[in-house]
């Protein structure tokens, strides 16, 4: 596949003290099938003041592609990110692909990206991260696919997406603006991002085939902590749309969200009890997220990040 003019890609990575899991995000990426649309180049933003990432950078650099390195002392993940957007522009480049520091690639993911952008040319192109589980990993989690994504079929038109593989127009991120700050410490900060995006009309397309590949820390293969997650999906859900609601919608959704919330939340305990978690887990996040929703209306938001 050829074009004309490769288009530049920056791959933006924001990471914190993770040097082992980045080490194989990098290899990913060096050792994938390349297309000759994009120009690569990578960009790494270190959360951590002690620069604990700059070592595994070093042993990447002068390999093919350009790395830049930057670190951003504010633990508010919105700052980290608009720190990559701003070095990205700073190498002039045409799109950004956000991935994860936990993340790895497929070997054939830049050609199935490159396939969609040239038939498609999307302003964002989300694609799967699929969730990999540790051998101690509780069987319960891996029964319940708590953790786990849906798929879809490649062309199949978004109406949001999230920073853990997301490709995107710098002239959309220009003209709808950077993460929200007020995010930047509970998360939620790309959800509001592309929310933004949907609101002027953008394009998102799924491509199925640009695989990143997500392994489930031990310490967040709990239910404690996918509660914990749902919760804060739906304050941020409620959150971003809070300003659209009339006084009397937020009290119909306040007190709708309460009975199918409750009353979800009060059945999936009594299942989790009966089955050892096998049955249950996924109707208590549906339902705690409802509840969370409630929190979200108000301006609630507990904080995942900037610890």
């Known amino acids: 596949m050829k074009v004309k003019t490769k288009k ?27 297309s000759d649309v994009f120009e690569l180049s990578i960009i ?8 604990s990432a700059k070592h595994v950078i070093d042993k990447f650099m002068n390999r093919g592609i350009d790395i830049r390195y930057n670190v951003e002392l504010s633990r508010n993940i919105s700052n980290v990110r608009n720190r990559c957007v701003d ?3 700073n190498v002039d480049t045409d799109y950004i692909l956000f991935l994860d520091d936990d993340e ?29 589980y540790y051998p101690e990993t509780p069987k319960w989690i891996i029964q319940t696919r708590i953790f786990e994504r849906s798929r879809r079929k490649t062309g199949t038109i978004q109406s949001t997406g999230n920073t853990g593989n997301a ?25 509001e991002f592309f929310y933004r995006c949907k609101c002027i009309g953008t394009k998102f397309v799924w491509c199925d085939e640009s695989e990143a590949f997500e392994y489930l820390a031990m310490d967040r293969a709990n239910l404690k902590y996918a509660v914990k997650r749902a919760r804060r999906g739906g304050q941020t ?23 199918y919330g409750g009353l979800g939340a009060i059945f999936a305990i009594l299942l989790i009890l009966f089955s050892a978690k096998r049955v249950g887990p996924a109707l208590l996040i549906r339902s705690i997220a409802r509840l ?15 610890k």
């Open 292 to 306: 969370g929703q409630i929190e979200g209306l108000f301006g609630k938001a507990i904080n995942m990040y900037g």
């Open 104 to 132: 790895f690639i497929s070997k054939n993911y830049f050609l199935g990206l490159a396939l969609l952008y040239v038939k498609d040319n999307p302003d964002v192109i989300i694609g799967p991260v699929v969730t990999c």
């Open 44 to 51: 790494i933003v270190d959360n951590d003041e002690f620069e």
């Open 237 to 259: 859900y409620a959150k971003i749309r809070c300003s659209e609601y009339s006084s009397l919608q937020k009290v119909s959704i306040a007190i709708t969200r309460s009975v």
């Open 167 to 191: 490709f995107i127009s710098l002239k959309l991120i220009d003209r709808v603006g950077g993460f929200n700050l007020a995010y930047g410490t509970s998360g939620g900060e790309d959800s």
């Open 87 to 89: 070095l990205a522009r």
């Open 8 to 34: 530049k890609l920056a791959i933006c990575i924001c990471t914190f003290r993770r040097a082992e899991l980045l080490t194989d995000l990098l290899s990913s990426i060096f050792e994938s099938e390349k």
